[in-house]
């Protein structure tokens, strides 16, 4: 009963102070607007830019690391030891892993893993009359491959499925074909460092809408690329391996790591560049809107501060009648959540109908459409951060609202 | 006759304001007041009635000695325990009418005794309606407070003071911002609740009229009952 008196009085003062409830709420409105859509636009960012990289790099990558040659006599042997000169240099030990059938099965079998693939890649040279390109051609296994990265749909002619088991055949990139000018069904000679020549075939042109694997990379059959490292069919540079959320790839890394004695790179690591890059943009992006949200509460905590110096008497009177301080608390308490809650539920709207209209707009170029998708959870946090700060806001001139001394107030 | 029951029970009530310096308002004040009784404050100006009666209404907490409502020691009480006491036991009638401008004359009525909860809301409206019935203002009922006169202003105050049906009712200057006819209608009221409802009415009042017609005067001077 005593908490519907203190409702009514609540909602009676904002009814009464319709103006100034719309001009709180409206803070609050456009502070949680902008939180939303703000954090959408970074959330959808950081989707897209996520597909780009898993477009061309797998969530673990297990390689050879380039080693460095020992000295024979460590330096700690003593002083009995004559120390040798020595001159620290790559090994020139092959890339290649020692038993990648053994090592990919193991790695398949682990249960986060979705798919695994070994891979062969090499350098070449792409060669055409004079011209002369500088590049990385990759030996798939085509199901596997197309299983991880999904070539099949960036194919722009051609098709992936001519390689299987066609050790002739090659598919390149886009920016690749129009720098040579090559086009499906035409030969185009490759070199690799190891100096073997081969004339393959163009049976199909990709385009991953990435400047430099469209420049840069081609796909061959598996067997061609370890043909061209001068290897045999045992010869296996990289296993690449997708697991079940990328986000927990550095935690699979380790795990892997402790079955081979082989590196094992989580896409973090190859793109610690990117990623920092999306940090910095998470930072700026939250303390905009976090200021934001702070503007809009101390609207609500000035707005609520006047109307208590305002309404001193009827405060004083409502104690006189029995109201404790609890009470006073509570009405004015109220107060600011109703305004709060009116705002956010505003705001929720703002943000959502500026991501809808946004998520319309065709930037062109790779992204296609402007990449901004509703977030249930930007949403609740939204609604949640609001309703916190208006309620902090709202508290602290309420707090202030229950120590008015009533003798103060009817003696004046 | 009957000993007559004592509602309010003042011992040596000291009171110090501490601005501009620290001076003794109220000099060990003592006094009985008794049920059905009504009781008016006089004195002059600064002679600490005003400060006396907020040290009954509970209120000022900020004195010493000791002050018994209905033989239950107040003094020492929880502000939450106080503000209970005050919602039901103590009726207030203030010289500036103090409504609740954005409500109606009906719902100021009703706020105590929505706060006290011992009622249905439907009910409340009911004996709020009586109420202002009695204090001739049942026309007015859904009128903004604000839009009301003085005199029934202080009449719909007066009903909201009554509400809870209070052992003690206590008014500061009651009839000071009215005309002798909305001052005699008041003093009418007061009388009959103390006669008729056996509630004990304390008024700080400068008004000698009305302070005559009272049962009993306790002038102070200089803080100290004469």
Same mark, same amino acid.
């Given at each position: 009963m005593a908490i519907n008196v203190n409702l009514d009085i609540a909602l009676t003062h904002i009814l009464t102070r319709k103006r100034q409830t719309l001009v709180a709420s409206l803070g609050v409105t456009i502070g949680i607007g902008m939180y939303i859509f703000m954090n959408s636009l970074m959330a959808g960012f950081g989707q897209y830019s996520r597909k780009e990289i898993f477009k061309t790099n797998p969530h673990l990558r297990i390689f050879r690391e380039d080693e460095r040659s020992e000295p024979i006599y460590p330096s700690s042997a003593g002083e009995k030891m004559k120390r040798v000169l020595i001159n620290p240099a790559l090994t020139t030990s092959s890339k290649a892993l020692n038993n990648p059938e053994k090592l990919l099965e193991m790695v398949r079998n682990m249960p986060f893993v979705t798919t695994a693939a070994p891979q062969v890649n090499v350098d070449v040279f792409y060669n055409k009359g004079n011209s002369q390109r500088k590049g990385i051609t990759n030996g798939i296994n085509i199901d596997a491959a197309d299983a991880m990265f999904n070539i099949r749909s960036t194919m722009v002619s051609g098709s992936l499925d001519? $390689?299987?088991?066609?050790?002739?055949?090659?598919?390149? +990139?886009?920016?690749?074909?129009?720098?040579?000018?090559?086009? #499906? +069904?035409?030969?185009?000679?490759?070199?690799?460092?190891? +100096?073997?020549?081969?004339?393959?075939?163009?049976?199909?042109?990709?385009? &991953?809408?990435?400047?430099?694997?469209?420049?840069?990379?081609?796909?061959?059959? $598996?067997? &061609?690329?370890?043909? #061209?490292?001068?290897?045999?069919?045992?010869?296996?540079?990289?296993?690449? &391996?997708?697991?079940?959320?990328?986000?927990?790839?550095?935690?699979?890394? *380790?795990?892997?790591?402790?079955?081979?004695?082989?590196?094992?790179?989580?896409?973090?690591?190859?793109?610690?560049? $990117?990623?920092?890059?999306?940090?910095?943009?998470?930072?700026?992006?939250?303390?905009? *809107?976090?200021?934001?949200? $702070?503007?809009? &509460?101390?609207?609500?905590?000035?707005?609520?501060?006047?109307?208590?110096?305002?309404?001193?008497?009827?405060?004083?009177?409502?104690?006189?009648?029995?109201?404790?301080?609890?009470?006073?608390?509570?009405?004015?308490?109220?107060?600011?959540?109703?305004?709060?809650?009116?705002g956010v539920l505003a705001g929720l709207l703002v943000g959502g109908l500026c991501i809808h209209f946004l998520s319309k707009v065709y930037v062109g170029g790779p992204s296609g459409y402007f990449p901004i998708y509703f977030e249930p959870k930007v949403f609740g946090l939204g609604a949640f951060f609001g309703i916190l700060a208006t309620s902090l806001a709202g508290y602290l001139p309420a707090r202030k609202a229950a120590n008015v001394d009533p003798v103060t107030i009817f003696r004046r | 006759m009957p000993e007559p029951e004592v509602i309010i029970t003042a011992q040596k009530i000291g009171k110090y304001f501490y601005e501009p310096e620290k001076f003794k308002v109220l000099n060990d004040v003592s006094f009985e007041a008794y049920r059905g009784e009504f009781l008016t404050l006089v004195g002059k100006s600064g002679s600490g009635k005003s400060t006396l009666l907020y040290c009954l209404s509970t209120m000022d907490t900020d004195y010493e000695g000791e002050l018994f409502i209905a033989s239950e020691k107040v003094t020492g009480q929880t502000p939450n325990q106080l503000a209970a006491l005050r919602n039901h036991s103590i009726g207030f009638v203030f010289q500036f009418h103090y409504l609740l401008p954005e409500f109606s004359c009906l719902k100021n009525v009703m706020i105590p005794a929505l706060k006290m909860g011992k009622y249905k809301a439907a009910e409340i409206e009911e004996r709020a309606y009586q109420q202002l019935d009695l204090l001739g203002l049942k026309d007015q009922a859904l009128k903004p407070a604000s839009k009301l006169s003085g005199g029934q202003q202080q009449r719909v105050s007066i009903a909201r003071a009554l509400i809870n049906e209070p052992k003690i009712v206590l008014c500061d200057e009651p009839t000071g911002n009215l005309d002798s006819k909305n001052a005699q209608i008041v003093f009418d009221i007061f009388k009959k609740l103390s006669t008729e409802n056996q509630q004990t009415i304390i008024a700080v009042t400068h008004d000698a009229d009305f302070a005559a017609a009272s049962d009993r005067i306790i002038e102070l001077a200089d803080g100290s009952i004469l």
């Open positions: 001519n $390689l299987q088991g066609n050790l002739d055949g090659i598919v390149i +990139g886009r920016g690749l074909a129009e720098k040579l000018s090559l086009n #499906l +069904g035409e030969n185009l000679t490759i070199s690799s460092s190891k +100096g073997v020549l081969k004339i393959m075939k163009i049976v199909g042109v990709f385009s &991953a809408n990435n400047k430099n694997s469209d420049d840069t990379k081609s796909y061959i059959n $598996l067997s &061609a690329a370890q043909q #061209l490292a001068r290897e045999g069919t045992t010869f296996v540079t990289d296993i690449y &391996a997708n697991t079940i959320d990328p986000d927990r790839a550095a935690e699979f890394s *380790t795990q892997i790591q402790t079955l081979t004695p082989y590196k094992v790179d989580p896409w973090q690591v190859t793109n610690a560049d $990117l990623l920092s890059g999306e940090k910095i943009r998470d930072v700026m992006g939250n303390t905009v *809107t976090l200021s934001i949200l $702070l503007v809009a &509460a101390f609207g609500i905590y000035n707005i609520m501060n006047m109307t208590i110096t305002q309404k001193m008497n009827d405060i004083a009177i409502l104690k006189a009648i029995g109201f404790n301080g609890r009470d006073i608390v509570r009405i004015f308490l109220t107060e600011s959540i109703i305004m709060g809650t009116l | -």
